[in-house]
C-alpha cells in the first residue's frame, strides 16, 4: 500500500498547498531509498546526502536523523508492503508567490512509501537501449548536479529525447562535450578490461550506488578509470551500464543505433551484479 508522512501524520492521501515553494520552484531537496525485507538500504548515507543536497541550497531541515529514522520505520510498518519504494522530500515551505525564500518559515517534510518498483526481468538478462541526447547535464557552476533538488526538469527533456529515440533512458554529455550519465543513474562502461566511469569533475551526482560499485571493483582487482571522456570514446566499448539505488546495476546493450559488445550483459558488468548481490545479502 502506498502510504504518505507529512512532518509526521501518515495518511493514505495528502496534499501540498500550491504555495509551497517546492511546488512553484522546485526549491526542495530529496532521496530515493529502496529496501531489502522492507528495511532501508544504505539509510545512512542517504540521510548524510540530503542534508549535504539541504545545505547547498542553504535550507534547514527542520528534524534530526534520529527522527527521520524513527517516521521513515513508521512509514514503512503502517504501509505493510513486501517491499518498498521510500522518497524523502524536504521542501522550502509555503511563502509569497516570488522566488525569494525568506517569507518560507516552515520547510514540510514528506516521506513517501509505496510498493517496491521492479524492472522487468527482461532488462537484466539482455540490457536496455540508451541514446546519447542533445540535451546537457547542468553545468556544476549553475546548479550543481551534485546536490539532488526537485528542480528535474534537465532530466526531463532528456527523458522525453530518448523515448523520442526509441530508447529506454538518455546518456547526457556536459558543455564541454565530456560524458555525464543517465537521467536518474550514474553511467560505467568497459573498454580494453579496464572499467571507467565519469568523474565527479564532468557534473554527475556522487551516487550511492556507484560508490558501493567503485569499491567492490577495486576489492576485487578490476582495473578503474575515473575522468572526462568524449562520447566517442564509446565507440571501442565492450560494456557498459547504469546504477542507482531502485535499478541496482542494469546492463546497457545498445547506444544510439549500435549494439554493444555481443549484445548481451558482458562479464565484468555479470561479476559486478552478482558482487553487488552479494554484498546487499551481506548488508543485510
Partial sequence: MTRININGMIKEEAFVSVFDHGFLFGDSVYEVVNTRKNRPCFLDEHLKRLRRSAGGIELVIPFDD?????????????????????RIVVTRGVGDINI???????????????????YP?????????????SVQRNSKNALSPSIK????????????????????????????????ESTTSNFFFVRNGTLMTPSLDCGIL??????????????NGFRLE?????????????????TGSVKNLMPVTRL???????????????????????FLERFE
Fill in 256 to 278: 544510439d543505433r549500435k549494439i554493444v559488445g555481443d549484445g548481451k550483459p558482458g562479464p565484468i558488468t555479470r561479476s559486478l551484479i552478482c558482487l553487488y548481490e552479494n
Fill in 149 to 180: 533538488t526537485g528542480n528535474y526538469l534537465n532530466n526531463v527533456l532528456a527523458k522525453i529525447e530518448s523515448e523520442r529515440l526509441g530508447a529506454h533512458d538518455a546518456l547526457m554529455l556536459n558543455s564541454r562535450g565530456h560524458l555525464t
Fill in 121 to 133: 526481468s527482461d532488462f537484466y538478462e539482455n540490457g536496455i537501449h540508451l541514446a546519447v541526447v
Fill in 226 to 242: 575515473q575522468g572526462a571522456w568524449p562520447v566517442e570514446v564509446l565507440e571501442n566499448a565492450d560494456e557498459m551500464f547504469l
Fill in 206 to 219: 556522487a551516487g550511492i550506488t556507484r560508490d558501493v560499485v567503485i569499491k567492490l571493483s577495486q576489492e
Fill in 66 to 86: 534520529f527522527w527521520l529514522r524513527e517516521q521513515i520505520d513508521r512509514t514503512l510498518a503502517d504501509a505493510a508492503n513486501q517491499e518498498s519504494y521510500v
Fill in 100 to 118: 525569494d525564500p525568506s517569507s518560507c518559515h516552515a520547510p514540510l517534510v514528506l516521506i513517501y512509501v509505496t510498493p517496491a518498483h521492479i
